[in-house]
Antibody
Framework: QVTLKESGPVLVKPTETLTLTCTVS??????????VSWIRQPPGKALEWLAS???????SFSPSLKSRLTISKDSSKSQVVLTMTNMDPVDSATYYC??????????????WGQGTPVTVSS | KVMTQSPATLSASPGERATLSCRAS??????LAWYQQKPGQAPRLLIY???TRATGIPARFSGSGSGTEFTLTISSLQSEDFAVYYC???????????FGPGTKVNIK
């Protein structure tokens, strides 16, 4: 059974760095064409892809946020970690991690975590 | 690439047919997925490869299109289908993903 679960602070202050952890089960982060992404959604707004990391350690980032993002994985712990620097109130959102389907020739998100809300406020 | 969706809101009655559109600013071939999101829930994959239903998705959901124009059709709306629908594309490797702004399907 594939599951993903996000964890991290609910509240961060402006200019601080956000660190979020996605803990996965039911699949390995080191096998095949496995990938995990972070996606966020401000209240009442659309989904926004942030970053992805793959089993071969290749990474990709949203061009508009690339300078502020880091993504890493620890396969032994089944965790993917996202850091976002210089947080601002506009970064308040629900942050999701999602698995990229490892089998099909297309790239899409087949399993999602429940999301973790983050508010940026002093 | 920029994704647009229309309409922004669609009001329909149970049993009606719903047609949602997604347009890409440049061709994405059939690298297009659709998701359904209900309030307070994570998105759920409906369609990938523009037209392939994901596991467990009812046959009333169908996807079509290629290149820059795509359609999600719900043949007969059920009460549980009232939600927001997003399209998603990707390009290059390593991939960069883009979601559309969403279409909200309301009960008329």
């Amino acid at each position: 059974q594939v599951t993903l679960k996000e964890s991290g602070p609910v509240l961060v202050k402006p200019t601080e760095t956000l660190t979020l952890t996605c803990t996965v089960s039911g699949f390995s982060l080191s096998n095949g064409r496995m990938g995990v992404s972070w996606i966020r959604q401000p209240p009442g707004k659309a989904l926004e892809w942030l970053a992805s990391i793959f089993s071969n350690d290749e990474r990709s980032f949203s061009p508009s946020l690339k300078s502020r993002l880091t993504i890493s994985k620890d396969s032994s712990k089944s965790q993917v970690v996202l850091t976002m620097t210089n947080m601002d109130p506009v970064d308040s959102a629900t942050y999701y991690c999602a698995r990229i389907d490892p089998i099909q020739i297309y790239l899409f998100f087949d399993f999602w975590g429940q999301g973790t809300p983050v508010t940026v406020s002093s | 690439k920029v994704m647009t969706q229309s309409p922004a809101t669609l009001s329909a009655s149970p049993g009606e047919r719903a047609t949602l559109s997604c347009r890409a600013s440049q061709t994405v071939a059939t690298n297009l997925a659709w998701y359904q999101q209900k309030p307070g829930q994570a998105p759920r994959l409906l369609i990938y490869g523009a037209s392939t239903r994901a596991t467990g998705i009812p046959a009333r959901f169908s996807g079509s299109g290629s290149g820059t124009e795509f359609t999600l059709t719900i043949s007969s709306l059920q009460s549980e289908d009232f939600a927001v629908y997003y399209c998603q594309q990707y390009d290059n490797w390593p991939p960069r993903f883009t979601f559309g702004p969403g279409t909200k399907v309301n009960i008329k």
